[in-house]
Antibody
């Protein structure tokens, strides 16, 4: 079954950096786009970034553009989020999530933009 | 960015009774490819979100048939035909017609 396990969260001072990881299993990681979504304490969901199956295309929310970088290592079945110049408002639980269909399925069946499986999340606290 | 507005923001329902949540988008979610990129998620307490409905009305694998989605353009609805205790949590609509996904504020559903 699909498993997504985030790690790398913790307490970090404003202006510093942190790298999150998301270890994937139970599916062919290299065939699926992946997302990061965050949730500030007691708040709603905010989409952060998406990366295509091969890493060639990346899109970001305006709130993180220029500070965060999404990447992946398909040989390690791992998704990353490099977070630089962190701010207090970046404090949140960060979830990774997979796209619903593989690139092969989308070529035949058309685009799929759903986030179908999510990890349990990792908490990032930005505080001095 | 497209703004998603959900109503109501909270709902208290008697078990066995129906419930309905509305989601309105600031722009049409009908893409030129013919698909409407509107989804519904449920986040149960202490858990990550889980996909309920994709592309307006398609139930995701394992989702009970008491959940249904409808709507078009900018107006969408999630209905629960008979609410059960396990349905408590926060429901979110989400759009992805542009390559920038946005969520509604969430609707908290409680059991009376």
């Amino acid at each position: 079954q699909v498993q997504l396990v985030e790690s790398g969260g913790g307490v970090v001072q404003p202006g510093r950096s942190l790298r999150l990881s998301c270890a994937a299993s139970g599916f062919t990681f290299s065939s699926y786009g992946m997302h990061w979504v965050r949730q500030a304490p007691g708040k709603g969901l905010e989409w952060v970034a998406v990366i295509s199956y091969d890493g060639s295309n990346k899109y970001y929310a305006d709130s993180v553009k220029g500070r965060f970088t999404i990447s992946r290592d398909n040989s390690k079945n791992t998704l990353y989020l490099q977070m630089n110049s962190l701010r207090a408002e970046d404090t949140a639980v960060y979830y990774c999530a997979k796209v619903g269909k593989s690139v092969e399925q989308q070529l035949v069946q058309g685009p799929d933009r759903r986030l179908d499986y999510w990890g349990q999340g990792t908490l990032v606290t930005v505080s001095s | 960015d497209i703004v998603m507005t959900q109503t109501p923001l909270s709902l208290s329902v008697t078990p066995g009774q129906p419930a309905s949540i509305s989601c309105k988008s600031s722009q049409s979610l009908l893409h030129s490819d013919g698909k409407t990129y509107l989804y519904w998620y449920l986040q149960k307490p202490g858990q990550p979100p889980q996909l309920l409905i994709y592309e307006v009305s398609n139930r995701f694998s394992g989702v009970p048939d008491r959940f249904s989605g409808s709507g078009s353009g900018t107006d969408f609805t999630l209905k629960i035909s008979r609410v059960e205790a396990e349905d408590v949590g926060v429901y979110y609509c989400m759009q992805s017609i542009q390559l920038s996904w946005t969520f509604g504020q969430g609707t908290k559903v409680e059991i009376k």
